[in-house]
């Protein structure tokens, strides 16, 4: 793999401020952000009269906490514009959340708020050790979803020649990589994997293609994952994380020559880890649920979003900003199996560090005789023993998260294959 560092002289200087720098910035946008919140959106008004808290009330970064949260419920609550604090018709994108668990989440985006959009995420694909002039296959979903637009203004923004191929069609994928040879692509790391087998499908390489670095979000991955896909692809595999209600993709970025979590582009979202069960916020190192407020954002500004993500916020190294480390789920995702918590992430790295296993699996989860159950369904490699790579899978999951499940190795193609986010829990109980 190449040395893809870029260049010291190309980053933003305030990713490498000093944090006294960076912590004043923060101040003076923040004490801006509560304030055209509270002036301009009523739901914000209101939560703050209501907890007795005024935005001129906040003289540090700490008073933060005595702000109110705001979750899904408050945005479902004022669907579809009632968030926005500018008008309508300066309202220039409309982006929403699928809402295959409910109402979808609607955003919208200023001029300015594209134009800052643009700026993290080329900082975020800069980081990942691409340059102005590069061609990037961006299988990111367009359409309502954030990650293929997202990406894309972020690519004009860095100055790099975008492939807007989208999610889907992997045949195609396959084919415009080699025909195009792109040096980056975005797309999120299950369907990597769909176009790592439409690659063996077609009895193509996929390390002789022109792809040097690959970035993966929109859903967890574990390094287990990392290693899979960079080894398969001989290319660099780092992650981006975001979500609509903070901006999209590009709200905390890995950088290539580290690998070691992901910086949080501080000087634009505000970043806080709090005791899901308390609401209290934690000390940084210490695991729990990231709360994000915008610095900037002002069609759809948000205050103290309760994301539901569990993390733990670390201090900078290749960049001043802070980094969280890589997501381990959402609480949503949480499997509570006869009292243990599990993640799929969990199963996800067992499953990696299973030899005859393929990286496709599904959970499945079922309640026969009051019993909650789960099984576990993936593939075999091609020719691998599937009796010996299931009870060895089955055993290092009782060894290292004390759960018996069951273990179904089944013909490759079998689990259900991922275009976009994948879904790996389903639930029959
Ligand atoms: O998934 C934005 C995005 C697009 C990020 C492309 C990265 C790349 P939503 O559809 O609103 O937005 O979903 C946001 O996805 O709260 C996390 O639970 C999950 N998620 C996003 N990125 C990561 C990641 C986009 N790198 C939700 N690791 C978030 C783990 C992620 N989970």
Redesign the pocket.
Known sequence: MKDLTPAKHTLDPIEIASRDEIAALQLDRLKWSLNHAYQNVPHYKAAFDAAGIHPDDLTSLSDLAKFPFTTKQDLRANYPFGMFAVPRKDVKRIHA?SGTTGQPTVVGYTENDLKNWGNVVARSLRAAGLQPGDLLHNA?GYGL???GL?IHLGADALGLTTIPISGGMTPRQVRLIEDFKPKGITVTPSYALSVLDEFDAQNLDPRASSLEVGIF?????TNAMRTEIEQAFDMHAV??????EVI??GVSMECVETKDGLHIWEDHFFPEIIDPNTGQPVEDGEMGELVFTSLTKEAFPIIRYR?R?LTRLLPGTARSMRRMEK?TG?SDDMIILRGVNVFPTQIEECLMATPGLAPHFQIELTKPDRMDQMRVLCEATNGGDSTDAARALASRIKQTIGISVKVDVAHPGSVERSQGKAVRIVDKR
């Not at 979000?217 to 991955?221: F, N």
């Not at 992650?239 to 609509?244: F, K």
């Open positions: 959340s990111y979803f954030t990650g997202g979000g929109a859903e967890p991955w992650d981006i994380y975001g979500l609509s999209g993709p994301t993500d997501v959402r």
